[in-house]
């Protein structure tokens, strides 16, 4: 029988991505995104936003709301006009209550109960009187009309409330506000929220040419310099999750396969937080099966029994015992008393799967930066936002060191930044690059 050791070293071979498939994928991705740019048949939506590049200067009080998922995020952001912002105030609220008194993501929810629960909280940040321009983060993809016109394609992440896809989902929260009463609450742009942590990174750094999401999900924007449309300067959502270019392991496959929507997202169910976890435990699944370590109780069969967040805990664990990686198989799936080695190989699954994750990633970003620049001649910024890249040890490293890999010395060219609450404050500046009015002091 294969020993535990040649098992993990098949392992290793079955998701490495060698220099040679970075390349073949930057390649295939920028491909992709000239189809897709031409409105041809291409995994990648390029979807316009009808938004370029802010000035630095735009200023204000904006209401930003940060619809990302299940939790929503509503803010009042301060933009100083000087590349800098403040968040004034906050709400965060999740739109299922643990206790089961409410649930807008179901199928028993409306559109409608969900928006006015939306500008429910919305009332709770605006003071009396005045004016408030409104940004509206939006992390779905959405066919974009204009700046502030966004229809729902298909819910992602889960959401299955009625009556959102096919709508227009600016007109429905404006809908909202207009029944409470808060007209004067005026929606001035619907974005997505990689465009929200590129123009947050833009704001402060006119190098910023990329923004992406690394979190529960995964999207990359970038801005193109000119828009077949408009001619001009346009950031593009490429819904860079759906990628299809990336070859799958037959974990993937099965993880595909058993997914609500299979075929769909399918670089997405390769990196995001929302599969890494899943992929995890596939793999150490199969292991278990083939009798390499003990499966502890039927836990271990039970799909997405390991979070991200245990991911971040095992690839941290640095202890000579893994003890941090032993406290989390038995938790999770009652897998006890293994030897280190059945530890150390359940530690470096969970770096493989981490690790290709940011290797594709960078493949893709790859792919944007040689079609928006092949020479590398300019300063690129990427900025980044979401738990993978701010917290899973390692993570961030891995980008870096993937782009010397592809890009050797001219990787100097390139910088992989934070954008911190991007999507939120990128949503205020989105509003505020529409909205050119004398909002700030007007009160
Ligand atoms: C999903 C959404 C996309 C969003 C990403 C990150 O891929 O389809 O719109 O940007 O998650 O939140």
């Excluded at 004016?131 to 974009?144: A, K, V």
């Excluded at 991911?311 to 198989?329: C, F």
């Amino acid at each position: 029988m294969e020993r535990l050791y040649t098992a993990v070293a098949r392992l290793e071979k079955e998701l490495a991505v060698s220099a040679i498939l970075l390349q073949d994928i930057a390649s295939r991705f920028q491909e992709a995104m000239t189809e897709g740019l031409a409105g041809r048949s291409s995994s990648l939506k390029m979807l316009p936003s009808f938004i370029g590049s802010p000035t630095g200067q735009e200023q204000g009080q904006v209401i930003a709301v940060d619809f990302g998922g299940t939790n929503v995020r509503v803010l009042l952001v301060e933009l100083a006009g000087t590349g800098r912002s403040r968040i004034a105030a906050r709400r965060a609220f999740p739109l299922k209550d643990k206790l089961g008194h409410y649930d807008y993501t179901a199928v028993s929810a409306s559109g409608p109960e969900l928006f006015d629960f939306i500008a429910g909280k919305i009332s709770e940040i605006v003071s009396d009187g005045g004016i408030y321009p409104l940004g509206y983060t939006f992390s779905f993809p959405c066919r974009q009309q204009g700046v502030d016109k966004a229809v729902l394609i298909n819910w992602t992440k889960e959401i299955k409330t009625v009556g959102v896809e096919g709508r227009d989902v600016g007109q429905m929260l404006q809908a909202a506000l207009e029944n409470r009463g808060l007209e004067r609450v005026r929606l001035q742009a619907v974005i997505n929220d990689t465009t929200g942590t590129l123009l947050t990174g833009a704001y402060s750094d006119s190098a910023t040419t990329i923004g992406a999401i690394c979190g529960t999900g995964h999207n990359s924007c970038y801005l193109e310099s000119c828009h077949p449309l408009t001619k001009r300067p346009m950031i593009i959502n490429m819904e860079s999750g759906n990628f299809d270019g990336v070859q799958q392991t037959k974990y993937d496959i099965l993880l595909d396969q058993a997914s609500e929507k299979p075929g769909a997202q399918r670089l997405e169910k390769m990196v995001s937080g929302q599969y890494l976890g899943e992929l995890v435990r596939l793999i150490v699944g199969s292991l278990a099966a083939d009798g390499h370590i003990s499966s502890g109780s039927e836990r271990l069969s039970v799909p997405y029994s390991l979070p991200t967040e245990d991911i971040s805990a095992i690839l941290g664990d640095t202890s000579p015992e893994l003890e941090v990686v032993a406290a989390v198989a038995a938790a999770r799936w009652g897998i006890t008393g293994l030897k280190v080695s059945g530890y150390k190989a359940i530690q470096t699954i969970a770096r493989l799967v981490a690790m290709r994750s940011a290797r594709l990633v960078t493949a893709t970003w790859a792919g944007i930066l040689t079609k928006i620049d092949p020479g590398l001649v300019c300063q690129h910024t990427i900025a980044v936002d979401g738990a993978l890249y701010e917290k899973m040890p390692g993570y961030s490293e891995q980008l870096a060191n993937t782009m010397v890999e592809m890009f050797g010395d001219k990787a100097k060219q390139i910088t992989i930044r934070l954008s911190k609450d991007g999507s939120g404050i990128g949503a205020a500046i989105a509003a505020a690059t529409v909205y050119k009015g004398k909002y700030c002091n007007e009160r």
